[in-house]
């Protein structure tokens, strides 16, 4: 058969993302995706500085978004997405809302953070308390922890790892035993902070050993995208995708449940 009589490619609609120069998860973010929608990433430039409050600050300088979403713009995506959680808390609600409008500014596209897509999510979910996980240090902690407060969202319980490089190198058993011991009093949700820690196939598993939902950096920044673009995320038991997966039934007896090794 001549390959004319096959039709397509199928169109695809765009969704651009910005990340920092040291994001590795590519793979994770396109779990999310649905077939019909592509991913068009670009970084930011490189700088020799690790993971801290100072990176922070320097991935989210307007001018630095400007080019980077200016990159994105011969594409045409239909949203542009800032994938960074440290980013786009740093400056607080007030910072998280000026780089969406210079993103937008840049493309003349809507732009979202994922900080933002954060609290759109908490917010989704009707989660005022929760527990959270980060891999970084205290410091940058306690800045995602001013950031929640100032959106009137209060942290019952943290864990973190106190990592400045190499963070998507985390393995999914850590994650885990970080989880469980952020979630030491009533939380309505947990958060896995950073986009760079891997967690999509945490996240099922978590929520059926801890009975609350479970939202992480990658996740609800393509949950967040993809619903401006009107289309649903792709996931497997996610409460935040799957509406029936909010309610779930009893935990299993612990020698019944499937452990991480």
């Known amino acids: 058969m001549h390959v004319s009589f096959l039709g397509g490619p199928h169109p695809q609609r765009g969704v651009g993302v910005v990340a920092p120069f ?10 999310w995706v649905p077939d019909d929608v592509s991913l068009h990433l670009t970084r930011t430039p490189f700088v020799p500085v690790e993971v801290s409050l100072d990176l922070a600050r320097l991935v989210s300088e307007h001018e630095t978004l400007h080019d980077a979403v200016r990159t994105l713009n011969a594409i045409t ?7 960074c959680t440290s980013g ?6 007030a910072g998280e809302r000026a780089m969406c409008e210079a993103m937008t500014r840049a493309g003349e596209v809507p732009s ?23 891999p970084y240090t ?6 995602l922890e001013e950031y929640l407060a100032e959106a009137g969202v209060a942290v019952t319980g943290r864990a973190y790892m106190g990592l400045t490089r190499h963070i998507w190198k985390v393995p999914y058993r850590d994650v885990v035993d970080m989880a469980h011991r952020a979630v030491t009093g009533a939380a309505d949700a947990l958060f896995i902070s950073c986009t760079n820690l891997p967690t999509y196939d945490v996240i099922p598993q978590l929520e059926a050993e801890l009975r609350i939902p479970v939202v992480s950096a990658n996740q609800v920044t393509m949950w967040a995208a993809l619903r401006r673009l009107g289309t649903r995320a792709v996931g497997p038991y996610q409460a935040l995708l799957d509406e029936t997966a909010r309610h779930r039934g009893p935990v299993l007896p612990e020698e019944h449940q499937e452990g991480w090794s």
């Not at 995506?77 to 994938?83: C, G, I």
């Not at 205290?138 to 800045?143: C, E, H, M, Y």
């Open 77 to 83: 995506p239909e949203v542009v997405a800032y994938a």
């Open 88 to 93: 786009s808390f740093v400056g607080g609600i």
């Open 112 to 134: 979202l953070t994922t900080s933002g897509a954060l609290l759109a999510a908490l917010a989704e979910l009707g989660a005022r308390r929760i527990a959270l996980v980060t």
């Open 22 to 31: 040291d994001f590795a998860l590519d793979r994770e973010l396109w779990r």
């Open 138 to 143: 205290v410091s940058v902690t306690q800045s």
